[in-house]
């Protein structure tokens, strides 16, 4: 995004022309910022050509996933559902990961039957039913188990996925108990150790420590594995104040690590992949003022954007037109769900603002539609990719009548 003669453009296309156009809310995604990323991911870690997989968790617009799939990626998944997505964005099954820790019977013998890369173990009694299945419908599957390396990613408590109080993975005796035991099974082969220790991470040491736990574990093992799966979780810069994560520094520790273990790494990014692409542009409905600040109440809400709500995440907020006027007062930017907690930051000197005008909210193409709701019985909004000065619209804004 760039202002071009005052007024807010992604890509060729003006924010104003957009609104007029299709309405608000209304969700933005830049393809030249898509391509940019992936480009960048990939020239990063390009030394030992990992497998990249799409966390569709990220961002579930089958669509924008289609587009994702013709730069040759793959992808993870944590749900049934989002299997059958990355399989209809005609996504290689021979590509896909299946990670999380309660995938049910039903998930399981539909991975089995779409002959998926791996199914991504988290516990004996998982391991268990995988066998059981794949026995009935006689195949032998590839799985992999995920560690918990008890390493602190130091993000937000609520997305830190690999300490030992959180619920993600095997500690360092189960994991050897389960090796020994999936050895023994007919109908399960053991290919893949997986990590994953959290999201929105910008400092690499915590991975610099993961990889160390990987590597003593391997060799204590003594077990040659296909595949090492280091999950996703680089974050991305969401304000001014935000480090950018050194992917130099994480590609050194890894190709260090790689001197020591043939394996094939697997990535699973996602909101490195689509978080800033995404844009939300909303209107101002009302002005509400009281004496410390003012509430600019818009059209967007809580339902349509939860981050903020749901981990205090700040997001940047854009006037759609620049004016050289500045508000005395503080606005607080709030949706008119029935909720406190609806609301989105709060904002100092920020452009003086009126009823009718339109704001955006930056970095959303991560964990916003695919966090989305109908709470309030309020439709989802229309989902739009920008390429240059043309606009596909990838989901259509829901219909009142079709959601009651």
Same mark, same amino acid.
Request: with cysteine; proline share 3%.
């Given at each position: 995004?760039?202002?071009?003669?005052?007024?807010?453009?992604?890509?060729?296309?003006?924010?104003?022309?957009?609104?007029?156009?299709?309405?608000?809310?209304?969700?933005?995604?830049?393809?030249?910022?898509?391509?940019?990323?992936?480009?960048?991911?990939?020239?990063?870690?390009?030394?030992?050509?990992?497998?990249?997989?799409?966390?569709?968790?990220?961002?579930?617009?089958?669509?924008?996933?289609?587009?994702?799939?013709?730069?040759?990626?793959?992808?993870?998944?944590?749900?049934?559902?989002?299997?059958?997505?990355?399989?209809?964005?005609?996504?290689?099954?021979?590509?896909?990961?299946?990670?999380?820790?309660? /995938?049910?019977? $039903?998930?399981?013998? #539909?991975? @089995?039957?779409?002959?998926?890369? *791996?199914? +991504?173990?988290? %516990? =004996?009694?998982?391991?268990?039913?995988?066998?059981?299945?794949?026995?009935?419908k006689k195949k032998i599957i590839n799985i992999g188990i995920r560690l918990n390396p008890n390493t602190d990613?130091?993000?937000?408590?609520?997305?830190?996925?690999?300490?030992?109080?959180?619920?993600?993975?095997?500690?360092?005796?189960?994991?050897?108990?389960?090796?020994?035991?999936?050895?023994?099974?007919?109908?399960?082969?053991?290919?893949?150790?997986?990590?994953?220790?959290?999201?929105?991470?910008?400092?690499?040491?915590?991975?610099?420590?993961?990889?160390?736990?990987?590597?003593?574990?391997?060799?204590?093992?003594?077990?040659?594995?296909?595949?090492?799966?280091?999950?996703?979780?680089?974050?991305?810069?969401?304000?001014?104040?935000? /480090?950018?994560? $050194?992917?130099?520094? #994480?590609? @050194?520790?890894?190709?260090?690590? *790689?001197? +020591?273990?043939? %394996? =094939?790494?697997?990535?699973?990014?996602?909101?490195?992949?689509?978080?800033?692409?995404?844009?939300?542009?909303?209107?101002?409905?009302?002005?509400?003022?009281?004496?410390?600040?003012?509430?600019?109440?818009?059209?967007?809400?809580?339902?349509?954007?939860?981050?903020?709500?749901?981990?205090?995440?700040?997001?940047?907020?854009?006037?759609?037109?620049?004016?050289?006027?500045?508000?005395?007062?503080?606005?607080?930017?709030?949706?008119?769900?029935?909720?406190?907690?609806?609301?989105?930051?709060?904002?100092?000197?920020?452009?003086?603002?009126?009823?009718?005008?339109?704001?955006?909210?930056?970095?959303?193409?991560?964990?916003?539609?695919?966090?989305?709701?109908?709470?309030?019985?309020?439709?989802?909004?229309?989902?739009?990719?920008?390429?240059?000065?043309?606009?596909?619209?990838?989901?259509?804004?829901?219909?009142?009548?079709?959601?009651?």
């Open positions: 995004m760039k202002y071009i003669n005052k007024s807010l453009s992604i890509e060729k296309i003006k924010v104003q022309n957009i609104a007029k156009k299709f309405g608000t809310p209304i969700y933005c995604y830049s393809h030249k910022k898509l391509k940019e990323n992936i480009s960048n991911f990939k020239k990063n870690f390009k030394s030992f050509s990992p497998l990249i997989c799409f966390a569709i968790k990220s961002n579930t617009n089958v669509n924008l996933i289609k587009e994702i799939r013709k730069f040759g990626l793959g992808a993870d998944v944590v749900s049934i559902g989002e299997l059958m997505v990355a399989l209809k964005a005609g996504i290689d099954p021979k590509k896909i990961v299946f990670s999380g820790v309660g /995938k049910t019977s $039903n998930e399981i013998g #539909y991975a @089995i039957d779409k002959n998926i890369l *791996l199914i +991504n173990a988290e %516990s =004996k009694s998982e391991i268990n039913e995988i066998e059981r299945i794949a026995k009935s990613a130091k993000t937000l408590k609520q997305i830190s996925t690999g300490r030992k109080e959180n619920k993600f993975g095997v500690d360092e005796k189960n994991f050897f108990f389960l090796l020994k035991y999936s050895k023994l099974s007919k109908h399960i082969n053991l290919k893949c150790l997986s990590v994953h220790i959290g999201s929105q991470i910008l400092d690499y040491k915590p991975y610099e420590k993961m990889l160390k736990v990987v590597d003593r574990i391997i060799k204590k093992s003594n077990y040659k594995f296909e595949f090492i799966d280091l999950g996703g979780g680089m974050g991305i810069s969401y304000g001014k104040n935000d /480090k950018k994560l $050194n992917y130099q520094k #994480y590609n @050194i520790a890894i190709k260090k690590f *790689l001197k +020591n273990h043939k %394996s =094939k790494i697997i990535f699973e990014p996602g909101r490195s992949i689509v978080g800033n692409i995404g844009s939300l542009v909303s209107k101002v409905i009302y002005i509400k003022e009281n004496n410390k600040k003012n509430f600019i109440i818009l059209d967007a809400a809580m339902n349509d954007f939860m981050r903020p709500a749901l981990y205090g995440a700040n997001h940047k907020m854009l006037p759609a037109i620049k004016t050289n006027q500045t508000s005395k007062k503080v606005y607080e930017f709030v949706g008119p769900i029935c909720e406190s907690t609806d609301k989105f930051t709060t904002l100092k000197k920020f452009q003086k603002l009126k009823e009718k005008d339109l704001v955006v909210m930056c970095d959303v193409g991560a964990y916003g539609m695919s966090l989305s709701s109908n709470y309030n019985v309020r439709p989802k909004p229309i989902e739009i990719l920008i390429k240059g000065s043309k606009i596909n619209v990838i989901k259509k804004r829901q219909k009142l009548e079709d959601l009651i």
